[in-house]
């Protein structure tokens, strides 16, 4: 069971920068590979950025849409229970609302929605231009 709460979001000017953060709650944290997704109006919700641990917990992976390489990072504190995405040189095109996601994925990420198991509420990004 993993509760999620996503903050940070808000509006900014294009070429600005943005820090998300999702706090989780639950002591399996660790266990989970946790993403971003956005969804813009009238478009699907994409995939953005996932992190997972390798299976013995010596390194962890990230993996990014392309769109957002080289401008987003994103980051894992296991003590803090909490992910973050790191959003810098932001355009227009990025305005969505963002959604932190977990998923019983054993090593491994998706981009598809439907392998997360668990949703926050979402936070709301606007890019103006």
């Known amino acids: 069971q993993v509760q999620l709460v996503e903050s940070g979001g808000g509006l900014v000017q294009a070429g600005g920068s943005l820090r998300l953060s999702c706090a989780a709650s639950?002591?399996?944290?660790?266990?989970?590979?946790m993403g971003w997704f956005r969804q813009a109006p009238g478009k699907e919700r994409e995939f953005v950025a996932a992190?997972?641990?390798?299976?013995?917990?010596?390194?962890?992976?990230?993996y990014y849409e392309d769109s957002v390489k080289g401008r987003f990072t994103i980051s894992r504190d296991n003590a803090k229970d909490t992910m973050y995405l790191q959003m810098n040189s932001l355009k227009p095109e990025d305005t969505a609302v963002y959604y932190c996601a977990a998923g019983s994925l054993s090593g491994t990420y998706s981009v598809h929605p439907r392998h997360y198991d668990y949703w926050g509420q979402g936070t709301q990004v606007t890019v103006s231009s």
């Open positions: 992190i997972n641990w390798s299976g013995s917990n010596t390194y962890y992976s990230t």
């Open positions: 639950g002591r399996t944290f660790r266990s989970y590979t």
